[in-house]
């Protein structure tokens, strides 16, 4: 990864020194946070703060409604949404309305609330820890289906109201879905659907720049990139979306979704990488991402093992992680999944298919890698048409 930086330095001065003819426009959102890419786009937006029993700060953003007069009226059935691993809420919204999840569920009458989990760029606040703190920092997705998923959940019935609502996840978003709701009934009751895209539970089969990572031992991985914070947006963004305004870059730019979620250039719209670039990576700690290379190990979906029988007894009272079990799981569940996706693989897919009791939706898109279901150009017919098609089916139940 260090090579593609220092490598798209070197171009990026390069290409200031020769004036490159070949610079595209530059989306306007490239420089903007999600309340204000949904602002410009002509929808209300509004924000939140969540804090959740350990005292983290999540910010949570809305739409309220769609710019259609129809969708304006009356009270509205709930969508939540949940970005995955090193993403933001911004991810919902990060394509041109007619192609972006959160703008298409706004027109079609459904209140859109997605949330950031802790620790990435909109979340990155605590009620009395300081964020540059090792403490701040010792959280993976266990603390995500703990407090961010209920207090999250919890706030938005709340504020409208209301006593269930849908769930979309992606990625991680599903993965904390999965155990949220498997260990806490009480909060599963509360949705009536829930939709997951590129699900991941176990991670046995995962493939590209995080299995190759994984191999690095906890202690050498903690030594090489610390204990607190990993991938955060930071000037490694900044250049890259600067570099990828040149369609000539498009390969390097190619490389670096390539490393994390694998590779489908014919639906992907190069044009937003800018924007895509401003979103994602966005940060997360070091201890989560340990816990995925633990999932990677082990091919089990359970709690983080702090490293000895000793340790994991005074956090579990047992001297393993226990397991999260997707059996306990009655959440009524729509899926879909990619033959390409290097992170979810298609292997674990089944795996965890036989575990989800209450499926009433499977598709398998062969040619889907793991952001296509968020980003890919067809996504709206491949995707989301599917999603709206369940949500008005089960809207009087």
Not at 193 to 213: N, R
Request: charged content about 20%; aromatic content about 14%.
């Amino acid at each position: 990864m260090w090579w593609l930086l220092k490598t798209m330095c070197f171009v990026h001065i390069l290409g200031n020194i020769l004036c490159l003819p070949y610079k595209k426009h530059k989306n306007p959102e490239a420089n903007m946070n999600t309340k204000q890419i949904i602002s410009y786009w002509g929808y209300p937006s509004e924000v939140y703060e969540v804090y959740t029993k350990d005292g983290y700060i999540l910010e949570v953003c809305r739409i309220p409604h769609g710019k259609n007069k129809d969708s304006q009226l009356g009270q509205k059935p709930v969508v939540y949404l949940q970005h995955g691993f090193l993403a933001t809420a911004g991810i919902w919204v990060a394509n041109l309305p007619s192609n972006s999840l959160g703008f298409i569920l706004a027109d079609a009458g459904y209140d859109v609330w997605m949330g950031n989990s802790r620790g990435n760029t909109w979340s990155k606040r605590h009620l009395y820890l300081d964020t540059d703190s090792k403490e701040f920092w010792t959280f993976s997705y266990d603390e995500m289906i703990k407090y961010d998923l209920p207090a999250t959940i919890d706030f938005i019935l709340e504020e409208t109201r209301q006593k269930q609502i849908y769930y979309v996840g992606h990625s991680q978003g599903t993965l904390i879905a999965f155990g949220a709701f498997a260990t806490n009934p009480q909060l599963a009751q509360k949705i009536k659907v829930s939709f997951v895209l590129a699900p991941i539970a176990t991670a046995k089969y995962i493939a590209g720049g995080l299995q190759a990572l994984s191999y690095l031992p906890p202690g050498v991985f903690k030594l090489i990139f610390g204990e607190k914070e990993i991938l955060p947006y930071s000037h490694f963004n900044d250049v890259t979306k600067k570099l990828c305004s040149y369609k000539i870059f498009h390969f390097l730019c190619n490389s670096i979704f390539t490393f994390f979620y694998g590779y489908d250039r014919k639906n992907l719209n190069e044009s937003r990488y800018d924007v895509y670039l401003q979103l994602m990576p966005s940060g997360s700690s070091v201890q989560n991402l340990l816990h995925y290379f633990q999932a990677i190990h082990t091919g089990t979906f359970q709690a983080y093992d702090y490293g000895s029988a000793s340790l994991n007894f005074q956090h579990y009272n047992q001297s393993t992680p226990p397991e999260y079990n997707v059996e306990n799981m009655k959440v009524p569940t729509a899926m879909w999944s990619g033959g390409r996706d290097v992170l979810a693989d298609p292997r674990d897919v089944q795996n965890l298919e036989r575990r989800i009791s209450n499926l009433i939706y499977n598709k398998e898109i062969s040619y889907y890698n793991h952001n296509d279901f968020l980003i890919g150009k067809d996504a709206p017919t491949q995707v989301f048409s599917g999603i709206l098609k369940i949500l008005s089916e089960t809207k009087g139940d």
